[in-house]
Nanobody, 120 residues
Framework: QVQLVESGGGLVQAGGSLRLSCAASGTTFSINTMGWYRQAPGKQRELVADIGSDGTTAYESSVKGQFTISRDNAKNTVYLQMNCLKPEETAVYYC??????????????WGQGTQVTVSS
């Protein structure tokens, strides 16, 4: 089964930047869709960004132009570059792996999550 390990979270001041990484193992990474989702305390988990096997991307509307998702198939890794971070973006960020771009995220695999805390 695929294993997903997130890293790069931490504490950052408002306006700062972080880059999250998710390394996948035990899978043919290049043919799958990867995504980043986040869950704040007391809230539902929500899409942040997806990236398909062909490089197609989708972003939650509030992060367009602020966050960038990318993938390096040679390294079996997906990244989320987060700029201009806001306190309301404090959440646990989860990596998602699934078969297709339009496949529900819950049909795939999840990483353990990495905490992002943005201070004001």
């Amino acid at each position: 089964q695929v294993q997903l390990v997130e890293s790069g979270g931490g504490l950052v001041q408002a306006g700062g930047s972080l880059r999250l990484s998710c390394a996948a193992s035990g899978t043919t990474f290049s043919i799958n869709t990867m995504g980043w989702y986040r869950q704040a305390p007391g809230k539902q988990r929500e899409l942040v960004a997806d990236i398909g096997s062909d490089g197609t991307t989708a972003y939650e509307s509030s992060v367009k132009g602020q966050f960038t998702i990318s993938r390096d198939n040679a390294k079996n890794t997906v990244y989320l570059q987060m700029n201009c971070l806001k306190p309301e973006e404090t959440a646990v960020y989860y990596c998602n792996y699934r078969q297709g771009f339009f496949t529900p995220a819950d049909s795939g695999s999840w990483g353990q999550g990495t905490q992002v805390t943005v201070s004001s």
